[in-house]
């Protein structure tokens, strides 16, 4: 199975202003998501977007630091499975693009791992571990 677009991620600085905006557009983001650190919503034809605030992503990649005039986006692809997770990420890695986070069996249940494509935005790879 070929990896698939699952999910659209942003790390804010001010998860309120971020979820206020994207209300704005006409997402439908539940009330009271502002005081979570991590928010999904479903978008039509089955993707989602997620945000986490930028001490979220710090809790797993000590060594982020927020862009500089840059984005803060990121692509998600699903995996079938988490030995595709590590299937993945060694193909793109072993074809010379640049492993950020090699792969791990993150405490919210999923095998993770992040690639950098040529621009250095941040493709995250990701299947459930059980």
Do not use: N
Not at 24 to 33: F, H, N, Q, T
Not at 56 to 77: H, I, N, Q
Request: net charge negative.
């Amino acid at each position: 199975m070929t990896p698939r677009l699952d999910a659209v991620s942003v790390t804010t600085g001010d998860l309120a202003a971020s979820l206020a905006f994207y209300r704005r557009l006409g997402l439908d983001i539940p009330a009271g998501a502002e005081t979570a650190p991590h928010v999904e919503v479903a978008l039509p034809g089955g993707q989602r977007l997620l945000w986490d605030t930028e001490d979220v992503v710090r809790s797993f990649d000590a060594d982020w630091t927020a862009p500089k005039g840059g984005e803060r986006l990121g692509l998600a692809f699903l995996c079938d499975s988490p030995a595709e997770v590590d299937a993945v990420f060694a193909d793109l890695t072993g074809a010379g693009y640049r492993g950020h986070l090699r792969p791990w069996d993150a405490v919210w249940g999923q095998r993770y791992a992040v690639v950098l494509d040529p621009d250095g935005c941040a493709v995250s790879l990701f299947a459930p571990t059980s």
